[in-house]
């Protein structure tokens, strides 16, 4: 019911910056809390950070202090903003956005394809 399209990735080199952005469609009740994981070759996914409907963060500490998410809640829209980029930091990305919808009010979650992220010089 709710579909994810991300969007921002690409090569990067080292202390440089990328935005990712993440937007949701779908005919809900609610879009609830919205994330960015990331998975390395041979990792596992890991959370980057995360933002509830009311503003609320939460980073791993890998990335505090360098990257900041953010959301619109008119537009369905996550935002990571990356900066100093570190070669560890490559990855593919995902967004992953819980919601609850308009019949019997469940809760339920959606991930995105996936957008893949390079840092290197």
């Known amino acids: 019911q709710v579909q994810l399209v991300e969007s921002g990735g690409g090569l990067v080199q080292p202390g440089g910056s990328l935005r990712l952005s993440c937007v949701a469609s779908?005919?809900?009740?609610?879009?609830?809390?919205m994330g960015w994981y990331r998975q390395a070759p041979g990792k596992q996914r890991d959370l980057v950070a995360a933002?509830?409907?009311?503003?609320?963060?939460n980073y791993a500490d890998s990335v505090k202090g360098r990257f900041a998410i953010s959301r619109d809640n008119v537009k369905n829209t996550v935002y990571l903003q990356m900066n100093s980029l570190k070669p560890e930091d490559t990855a593919v990305y995902y967004c992953?956005?819980?919601?609850?919808?308009?019949?019997?009010?469940?809760?339920?979650?959606?991930w995105g394809q996936g957008t893949l992220v390079t840092v290197s010089s």
């Open positions: 933002i509830t409907s009311g503003g609320i963060t």
């Open positions: 779908g005919s809900v009740f609610s879009i609830d809390a």
């Open positions: 992953n956005t819980q919601y609850t919808t308009k019949i019997f009010y469940r809760d339920l979650e959606v």
